[in-house]
């Protein structure tokens, strides 16, 4: 089967169903100018100057013992304030929009979901847009962390900690009760700029009882032989492909 022959069995599969779920890894973002975590070249195959992987310094036990380490890696490397949705959001949108695309559950915590305007995002790993106290628990945006040098720090002197999930912690259990409950009731799942090598997220795969199981990413991934169609491109082109369909 060719990729025009796979772009139209998407389409016609999209057409035909109800209740879509999409589930998104850092893949969907490469195409609008953020790295992703662990191709050739992305964020987790650099080395730092200190020679500490980017593992090591985005864990839990980092922030709390070399804050002001983690905060310089993490403006750096993790905020893209200025990145755009790229024909993916733009496209989920547009599912959302006719009815058929019921939840995003993303592992991406850069915001362009709800920049393309979605609302029913899940995020599994948090987003740089919300951040909170330490030790009062008051909210700040991500102007805060942008603008401060250093350890941000709140006015009542607590440390500010994004509210992303760092190595070493657990994700929240609620969104992904939630994420679990629309991925067992939905009749397609398309999952998408994902390895699906990353637990707990990609187990999320097993609770899938629907009709059919789309697998859009440019590598092979472990799931590939359950899936109803596999096309193996940026998925930014399929769905800029999708919607001229």
Known sequence: MDSNERINNLAKIIENSKKIVFFGGAGVSTESGIPDFRSANGIYNQKTKNLLSPEEIVSHTYFINHTEEFYNFYRENLIFKDAKPN?????????????????????????????????????????????????????????????????????????????????????????????????????????????LVVNPASSLIQYFNGKNLILINKSETPYDYMANLVINQPIGEVFSQILDL
């Open 87 to 195: 024909n993916c959001h733009i496209g989920l949108k547009k599912l959302e929009d006719m009815g058929k695309l019921k939840a995003i559950i993303t592992q991406n915590i850069d915001g362009l979901h709800q920049k393309a305007g979605s609302e029913n995002v899940f995020e599994l790993h948090g987003s740089v847009y919300r951040n909170f106290c330490t030790g009062c628990n008051k909210s700040y945006g991500i102007e805060t962390i942008i603008e401060n040098e250093g350890i941000p720090r709140c006015e009542c002197g607590g440390i500010i900690k994004p509210d992303v999930v760092l190595y070493e912690e657990p994700l929240n259990r609620t969104i992904m009760n939630i994420s679990i409950d629309h991925i067992s009731h939905c009749d397609t799942l398309i999952i998408g700029g994902t390895s």
